[in-house]
């Protein structure tokens, strides 16, 4: 399986809206709207996040995620002096649980530990993924009501693996 970003276009909206709208399914699925509501809905929601992103976010970068050269998610990532912050990184359905975000998000601390700086990212309370990030190391930085700020520091990486070599030894 090989895995590559490339800048996003304005050809990919149909996808990233896809992308997008796999995110809200179990949100919309306990509405009673048909189906051309939901399109909307999702259409809606995608255009105001990412006029807000390309608006408040100078010089980040938005990828979309390619699977074996097939479109499969999205990876927007601002990189500011004190910290690399995931904006949003999201996969098509079809392709979560294969490893994917574990190898972005690793590439991603790989960037962070060569700069010294923390990977942060906001995550909903209920997102199955907290589990992936717990994995990867990040821990709870803020309570934010319905998201938690999570941060990745390299100076936690570099103490979690000394602590494992020293348990080994």
């Known amino acids: 399986m090989t895995i590559a970003l490339r800048p996003a276009e304005p050809d990919d909206d149909a996808i990233l809206i896809a992308i997008y709208g796999g995110t809200r399914e179990d949100e919309l699925a306990m509405t009673d709207w048909d189906d051309a509501r939901k399109r909307e809905f999702v259409e809606q929601q995608f255009r105001a996040q990412d006029q807000y992103y390309r608006a ?3 010089n980040a970068t938005f990828d979309v995620i390619l699977v074996d050269g097939q479109p499969a998610g999205r990876l ?94």
């Open 56 to 58: 408040n976010y100078a």
């Open 76 to 169: 927007y990532v601002a990189r500011w002096p004190d910290e690399i912050r995931i904006m949003d990184i999201a996969l098509l359905a079809s392709f979560r649980g294969r490893g994917i975000g574990s190898q972005l998000l690793g590439a991603l601390q790989r960037e962070g530990a060569a700069a010294q700086k923390p990977l942060c990212i906001h995550v909903e309370r209920f997102n199955p993924a907290l589990s992936l990030y717990a994995r990867l190391g990040f821990r709870l930085v803020e309570d934010r009501g319905v998201y938690l700020f999570l941060q990745w520091s390299p100076d936690d990486a570099h103490l979690a693996a000394t602590a494992q070599e020293n348990t080994a030894s």
